[in-house]
Nanobody
Framework: QVQLVESGGGSVQAGGSLTLSCAAS?????MGWFRQAPGKEREGVAS????????SFADSVTGRFTIYRDNARNTLNLQMNSLKPEDTGMYYC?????????????????????WGQGTQVTVSS
């Protein structure tokens, strides 16, 4: 079992920034951030291979979001810049099924086994 706790959500105006943090009881090779807007399916925003450091981003956030491990705080963070109203949603941290040998980690929700409770992000125009 892996316990995941997200924090850092909030309300910001378009163009603003937020950093989400995820505290995990342990980290799997593949960790990811996902979001779900009302009435929409959960989508993979970013993933990271915690051993190789390789990252993957959805096209909609590439160049604006960064995913990284904060080793000092032992958290998985999602730095979100230039936020847009369409970034609004519940953001979830998840631990996935990847192996050491994978070069990149999937952003498909079906490849992740453990989920946090989520933190809400609201971006107003």
């Amino acid at each position: 079992q892996v316990q995941l706790v997200e924090s850092g959500g909030g309300s910001v105006q378009a163009g603003g920034s937020l950093t989400l943090s995820c505290a995990a009881s342990r980290y799997s090779y593949c960790m990811g951030w996902f979001r779900q807007a009302p009435g929409k399916e959960r989508e993979g925003v970013a993933s990271i291979h915690t051993s190789r450091g390789t990252t993957s981003f959805a096209d909609s956030v590439t160049g604006r979001f960064t995913i990284y491990r904060d080793n000092a705080r032992n958290t998985l963070n999602l730095q979100m810049n230039s936020l847009k109203p369409e970034d609004t949603g519940m953001y979830y941290c998840a631990a996935g099924q990847g192996t050491y040998w994978a070069n990149y980690c999937s952003r498909s929700p079906s490849d992740y086994d453990y989920w946090g409770q989520g933190t809400q992000v609201t971006v107003s125009s």
